[in-house]
């Protein structure tokens, strides 16, 4: 019989790159989704299978980890051998604005989705290996570069606080319940399936835009703050293989390299052949209420210990991402120009 994964969070950047990553390896996939009034499986669409089809090995099932009755009931129906917490509110500078729905989400929804698998492993007597979603941005403002797995948290937004609540209560429950739970603490990971609200994503489909001519301007914050970037897809690999180690516990996943939102503009500008300081213009609205300068990770315990490494460096994301964004500036633009967009 083939592993069973449930993923929740299914339908953002990484629960898509997870699902596609877990079929490949021969894992039936579960996911849950909210319900909302548009579609919000445009990241899933390629891995869609028509339940009346036989052999369906990838299904989503309605929930939210804010209704934990949704959450117990898919469980029980599911029964996984592996659940991965990847759901959020994730936007950081949103948190600021939605504070107590973004640790609800974050912080209640992971409690929720813990205490589900804890009555399901001691009714079923089956366990059930948990990775939790945890951030870098839970170091926020720290004087200790690069951070590792011993780094204190000091953070600096409603969701970083709420994810270290969550990377506690993970902790908690594999000490105190003695359940497989592991947290990773992933630093920035991008790709062209990253949410256009957030920077770098920002940066790549206004710079192709501008390229085409269906832009003028990009408006961005702090330009000084650096991240470690890495790949989305390369990241959900080291999710995986903490859940295949005998034993549970915490990693860094990172690159090893920071870089400035000015250096990653710079590049993806100069990758499209565009002065960025012609169009790149500073917005203080932007800016967080308390900011975090610089997040660089040492991933030398994921990479000694799981064998994991990044195979994508920030300048091939920053052209991926650009590639993607490019074709879709051209589908807009032939559309504005048969009169079908203004």
Same mark, same amino acid.
Request: glycine share 6%; net charge negative; hydrophobic share 40%.
């Given at each position: 019989? #083939?592993k069973?994964a449930l993923?929740t969070?299914?339908t953002g ?7 596609e990553?877990l ?12 319900r909302a009034?548009?579609f919000?499986t ?5 891995l ?12 989503l ?12 009931r ?10 991965? #917490? ?7 500078r ?18 929720h989705?813990?205490?589900?698998i ?12 948990f ?6 941005e839970m170091?926020?403002?720290?004087a ?6 011993h780094?204190p ?12 609540y969550?990377?506690w ?5 594999r ?7 592991c947290?990773g ?34 408006y961005?914050g ?6 470690? *970037?890495?790949?989305?897809?390369d990241?959900?690999?080291?999710m *995986?293989l903490m859940?295949?180690?005998e ?6 996943v ?7 939102v000015r ?7 100069a990758?499209l052949?565009?002065? *960025?300081?012609k169009?790149?213009r500073f917005d ?6 308390t900011?975090?300068?610089?997040l ?7 990479r000694d210990?799981?064998?994991w490494k990044?195979s994508v460096d *920030? ?9 993607s964004?490019?074709?879709?500036a ?13």
């Amino acid at each position: 019989m #083939n592993k069973v994964a449930l993923i929740t969070g299914v339908t953002g950047q990484d629960g898509s790159y997870l699902a596609e990553f877990l079929l490949e390896k021969g894992y039936d996939v579960h996911g849950v989704m909210r319900r909302a009034s548009v579609f919000t499986t445009e990241r899933l669409n390629h891995l869609y299978q028509d339940r009346h089809d036989g052999n369906v090995r990838f299904k989503l099932h309605y929930g939210d980890v804010l209704d934990p009755l949704s959450i117990r009931r898919i469980i029980s129906e599911v029964q996984p051998d592996e659940v991965y #917490n990847l759901a959020a509110q994730s936007h950081v500078r949103t948190s600021f604005d939605q504070p107590v729905y973004t640790g609800e989400v974050v912080a209640i929804g992971t409690m929720h989705v813990l205490e589900a698998i804890r009555d399901f492993r001691d009714s079923s007597d089956r366990e059930v290996k948990f990775y939790q979603a945890s951030s870098s941005e839970m170091y926020g403002k720290v004087a200790v570069i690069p951070q590792n797995e011993h780094t204190p948290f000091y953070p600096r937004s409603p969701y970083a606080c709420a994810k270290v609540y969550a990377y506690w209560q993970t902790i908690n429950y594999r000490e105190a319940y003695n359940l497989f739970a592991c947290n990773g603490i992933l630093f920035n990971h991008e790709s062209p399936r990253r949410g256009e609200t957030f920077v770098t994503r920002k940066i790549t489909r206004a710079a192709t835009r501008i390229k085409l001519g269906l832009q003028d301007k990009l408006y961005l914050g702090n330009l000084d703050a650096k991240r470690d *970037w890495g790949f989305a897809g390369d990241y959900v690999v080291a999710m *995986w293989l903490m859940l295949q180690q005998e034993d549970a516990d915490d990693y860094v996943v990172a690159t090893g390299e920071t870089h400035s939102v000015r250096e990653f503009a710079q590049e993806v500008f100069a990758y499209l052949d565009l002065d *960025w300081e012609k169009y790149v213009r500073f917005d203080q609205r932007y800016l967080r209420p308390t900011e975090v300068n610089v997040l660089l990770g040492d991933p030398t315990k994921a990479r000694d210990l799981l064998g994991w490494k990044p195979s994508v460096d *920030w300048k091939k994301l920053a052209h991926m991402m650009a590639d993607s964004d490019l074709r879709l500036a051209e589908r807009e633009r032939t559309l504005v120009d048969a009169g079908h967009l203004v």
